[in-house]
């Protein structure tokens, strides 16, 4: 397990360091930077077969990489993802956040029209990430993790456990006005940028999407 520290000021490290594993592995930034660059920084340290992400607000369920691993058998799939859990910290209610059957194979254009891919739940193999140009675009500041699950989608199989194996925490400063703006240029850059490497009929289902 990677811990990159990217100047944080909670106690999240102090809690990781209390845990006497050789397996855990702990890096210091050196300058903080945006969230996506530092993800690639943590993924160059990452020496395994997979790789998963969680950000410390948010919890997995136990078994959660153990289930997921078991579905890699299949050498086209590239990533597996799973439904999960919303917490409201502010009200303490928790539900699971997709109530429907989540797709599985190649579900490019089903995710343009509904993204239900949370990034705590995803587990992607190692050579899939490879084969992309880049793993996150250090250029984004909010949509790094669907343009990289997006850009995936486009190469490789993926599989889903329907069952919700992680926990998202909302706790009132997830979200922001400024944010929002931010995502829907965010999204237009990206859509300007994709219509070079993904098929365009399914941009279009997209589009209508983002429109809605």
């Known amino acids: 397990m990677i811990f990159w520290d990217n100047q944080s000021t909670d106690k999240s490290v102090e809690i990781f360091k209390s845990y006497a594993d050789e397996r855990l592995k702990y890096f210091y930034a050196p300058t903080h930077t945006l969230l996506y660059e530092a993800r690639n920084y943590a993924i160059e340290k990452a020496s395994g077969e997979f790789y998963a992400f969680i950000d410390v607000d948010d919890w997995w369920e136990k078994e959660k990489l153990e289930k997921q691993i078991l579905l890699f058998e299949d050498q086209e799939v590239g990533l597996v993802y799973s439904n999960h859990f919303y917490k409201n910290e502010l009200k303490g209610t928790r539900?699971?956040?997709?109530?429907?059957?989540?797709?599985?194979?190649?579900?490019?254009?089903?995710?343009?029209n509904q993204y239900v891919v949370g990034l705590l739940t995803i587990v992607?193999?190692?050579?899939?990430?490879?084969?992309?140009?880049?793993?996150?675009?250090?250029?984004?500041?909010?949509?790094?993790?669907f343009d990289l699950v997006i850009r995936l989608a486009n190469k490789c199989k993926f599989n889903?456990?329907?069952?919700?194996?992680?926990t998202y925490r909302w706790?009132?400063?997830?979200?922001?006005?400024?944010?929002?703006?931010?995502?829907?240029?965010?999204?237009e850059k990206w859509l300007s940028e994709m219509n070079k490497n993904i098929a365009i009929s399914s941009l279009d289902g997209f589009r209508k999407t983002e429109k809605l």
């Not at 889903?160 to 992680?166: E, G, N, R, V, Y």
């Open 95 to 112: 539900i699971v956040l997709y109530k429907r059957q989540l797709p599985s194979g190649r579900i490019l254009n089903e995710l343009l």
């Open 124 to 145: 992607i193999r190692r050579t899939a990430i490879e084969n992309l140009d880049q793993s996150f675009n250090p250029r984004f500041h909010v949509i790094g993790d």
């Open 160 to 166: 889903c456990i329907q069952s919700p194996l992680a």
């Open 171 to 187: 706790h009132g400063e997830n979200e922001s006005t400024k944010q929002k703006v931010l995502h829907l240029c965010e999204m």
